[in-house]
Antibody
């Protein structure tokens, strides 16, 4: 059974940093690209970033470029999202998601982790 | 970025009815359209991809279609467990973009 379990969220002040983790199991992690998708409270879904299966390439939405960094450790089957220079508008639930092979649609999602940026 | 305009924002229907949710893409996405269901407090679940292909385990009362850049999700014979918010997403081009969502309530 595919499982994605996020951790690391919480309350953080504007301008500070936070690192999210996503532990994957139930599939061959290093065969799949991985992604983060966020959802602001009572709002819709927004793709945040994707990393290739081997970590060779990363892709970001414009609003997080230069502030967020997606990475992975295939030996640990873990995905990460480093969030720097956080802003109030980054407040959201962040989901770890697995894209289908060769596609940017998401067939498995984690339960999500809440990040609240507030002073 | 490709814009996905989803309608309606909310709708209310009775058990056993059929409802349709629509998504309009701002440009041609070549049938690369997915639908997700999200129940309160839960993560989204993939229902349909490539416009009309059902994800494993999804009931056949869910179906998808397209007409040009307009995409539709139809839910037949509504069940109580179908109460949720539904999102469309284009998976044709980066960045992948979602519609604003449709909240379906059962009367």
């Amino acid at each position: 059974e595919v499982q994605l379990v996020e951790s690391g969220g919480g309350l953080v002040q504007p301008g500070r940093s936070m690192k999210l983790s996503c532990a994957a199991s139930g599939f061959t992690f290093n065969n799949y690209d991985m992604a983060w998708v966020c959802q602001a409270p009572k709002k819709g879904l927004e793709w945040v970033a994707t990393i290739r299966y081997d970590g060779s390439s990363t892709y970001y939405r414009d609003s997080v470029k230069g502030r967020f960094t997606i990475s992975r450790d295939n030996a640990k089957s873990t995905l990460y999202l480093q969030l720097d220079s956080l802003r109030s508008e980054d407040t959201a639930t962040y989901y770890c998601a697995r894209p289908r092979v060769y596609e940017q649609l998401f067939d498995y999602w984690g339960q999500g982790v809440m990040v609240t940026v507030s002073s | 970025d490709i814009q996905m305009t989803q309608s309606p924002a909310s709708l209310s229907a009775s058990l056993g009815e059929t409802v349709t949710i629509e998504c309009l893409a701002s440009e041609d996405i070549y049938s690369n359209l997915a639908w997700y269901q999200q129940k309160p407090g839960k993560s989204p679940q993939l229902l349909i991809y490539d416009t009309s292909s059902l994800q494993d385990g999804v009931p056949s009362r869910f179906s998808g279609s397209e007409s040009g850049t307009q995409y539709s999700l139809e839910i037949n014979s509504l069940q109580s467990e179908d109460a949720a918010t539904y999102f469309c997403q284009q998976h044709h081009d980066y960045p992948p973009t979602f519609g604003g969502g449709t909240k379906l309530e059962l009367k």
